[in-house]
T-cell receptor, first 114, second 116 residues
Framework: AQSVTQLDSQVPVFEEAPVELRCNYS??????LFWYVQYPNQGLQLLLK??????LVESINGFEAEFNKSQTSFHLRKPSVHISDTAEYFC????????????FGDGTTLTVKP | DTGVSQDPRHKITKRGQNVTFRCDPI?????LYWYRQTLGQGPEFLTY????????KSRLLSDRFSAERPKGSFSTLEIQRTEQGDSAMYLC??????????????FGSGTRLTVV
């Protein structure tokens, strides 16, 4: 079984500041890792994913996440945030042997202030 | 492609009544998932289908819950004898999975169930 811990439930930052949303996972098998974003009054959207290959993955809107197998982490970062990045972010993991269900963290609310 | 559609968006029901939700996935996707989300928590896995076969069902799911995906197209989730603890957002997602890979979900907007 897999589990996910998102270490911060709320992260307030000022516009144009850097941000890191932390995610740790546990699993006895190799995993796929995902970040989803939920903007206010919208559904969950896939932001980025790690399946294999390069441990650094990027989204189209400037976020990146790095898979660190030794630390079992998949932290999400952005060097300069915008007001429009205000949302709830969920980290998720699935076993690459089964690749069926994903296990989600409880989310981190990112609030970007002007 | 219109994405993943869920119907209804909201459902208010009295305790003890049965409810049924529908999900229409992206047509090219062979997997369909049901999750439940309550306030302050992440989505919790309920069940998933590959085509028409139900491959896994959460042990947390009581016998009051049943899901079907006839002909591998749309899916329904039925809750019998609803309880107040069933109040939650019910999310449907679909994905394409090949060679055991999970390429990430496309979620619907969810059905918010309130049991009074």
């Amino acid at each position: 079984a897999q589990s996910v811990t998102q270490l911060d439930s709320q992260v307030p930052v000022f516009e144009e500041a850097p941000v890191e949303l932390r995610c740790n996972y546990s699993s006895s098998v190799s995993v796929y890792l995902f970040w989803y974003v939920q903007y206010p009054n919208q559904g969950l959207q896939l932001l980025l994913k790690y399946l294999s290959g390069s441990t650094l993955v990027e989204s189209i809107n400037g976020f990146e996440a790095e898979f660190n197998k030794s630390q079992t982490s998949f932290h999400l970062r952005k060097p300069s945030v915008h007001i429009s990045d205000t949302a709830e972010y969920f980290c998720a993991v699935s076993a690459n042997t089964n690749a069926g269900k994903s296990t989600f963290g409880d989310g981190t609310t990112l609030t970007v202030k002007p | 492609d219109t994405g993943v559609s869920q119907d209804p968006r909201h459902k208010i029901t009295k305790r003890g009544q049965n409810v049924t939700f529908r999900c229409d996935p992206i047509s090219e996707h062979n997997r369909l998932y049901w999750y439940r989300q309550t306030l302050g928590q992440g989505p919790e896995f309920l069940t998933y289908f590959q085509n028409e076969a139900q491959l896994e069902k959460s042990r947390l799911l009581s016998d009051r819950f049943s899901a079907e995906r006839p002909k591998g197209s749309f899916s329904t989730l039925e809750i019998q004898r609803t309880e107040q603890g069933d109040s939650a957002m019910y999310l449907c997602a679909s994905s394409f999975a090949g060679r055991g890979n999970n390429y990430g979900y496309t979620f619907g907007s969810g059905t918010r169930l309130t049991v009074v």
